[in-house]
Antibody, heavy 119, light 106 residues
């Protein structure tokens, strides 16, 4: 059974940093692209980042480019999201997702972790 | 960036009613994918590559479309189908989602 479990969320002040983690199990982690998708309170879904199987390629929307960094440790079956220079508009639930590159869909999602950016 | 416009924003359907949700893309995409999100839970892949049902999805659901116009259809509405449905394109970066259609039970 595929499982994705996020951790590391919490309350952080604007301008500060936070690092999210996602522990994957139930599949061969190193064979899949992985992604982060977020959802602001009462809002829709926004893709945040994608990383290739080896970690050599990463993709971001303009809204987080230069501030967020996605990374992975295939030996630990773990995905990370380093978030710097956080803004109030980054407040959201962050989901770890398995990314089926090619057609570009997200076939498994974690339960999500809440990040609140506020002073 | 490809913008996805879903309609309607909200709708209510009675049990047994046929329901059609639409998603229009600002540029042509190869596929459309759909997710179901029930209140307080994570999104679930529901339909992928326009018309393929994800594992466990009842066959009263179907997806169709091409180019810039796509739809999700429920042949006969059931109580458990009340949720928000999002379309998503992965044909180009940035991958984008529609704003969602909230489907309620009448």
């Amino acid at each position: 059974e595929v499982q994705l479990v996020e951790s590391g969320g919490g309350l952080v002040q604007p301008g500060r940093s936070l690092k999210l983690s996602c522990a994957a199990s139930g599949f061969t982690f190193s064979n899949y692209y992985m992604a982060w998708v977020r959802q602001a309170p009462k809002k829709g879904l926004e893709w945040v980042a994608t990383i290739s199987t080896s970690g050599s390629r990463t993709y971001y929307p303009d809204s987080v480019k230069g501030r967020f960094t996605i990374s992975r440790d295939n030996a630990k079956s773990s995905l990370y999201l380093q978030m710097n220079s956080l803004k109030s508009e980054d407040t959201a639930t962050y989901y770890c997702a398995r990314h089926r590159v090619g057609a570009g869909y997200f076939d498994y999602w974690g339960q999500g972790v809440m990040v609140t950016v506020s002073s | 960036e490809i913008v996805l416009t879903q309609s309607p924003t909200t709708m209510a359907a009675s049990p047994g009613e046929k329901v059609t949700l639409t998603c229009r893309a600002s540029s042509s995409v190869s596929y459309m994918h759909w997710y179901q999100q029930r209140s307080g839970t994570s999104p679930k892949l529901w339909i992928y590559e326009t018309s393929k049902l994800a594992s466990g999805v009842p066959n009263r659901f179907s997806g169709s479309g091409s180019g810039t116009s796509y739809s999700l259809t429920i042949n006969s509405m059931e109580t458990e189908d009340a949720a928000t449905y999002y379309c998503q394109q992965g044909s180009s970066y940035p991958h984008t989602f529609g704003a969602g259609t909230k489907l309620e039970l009448k």
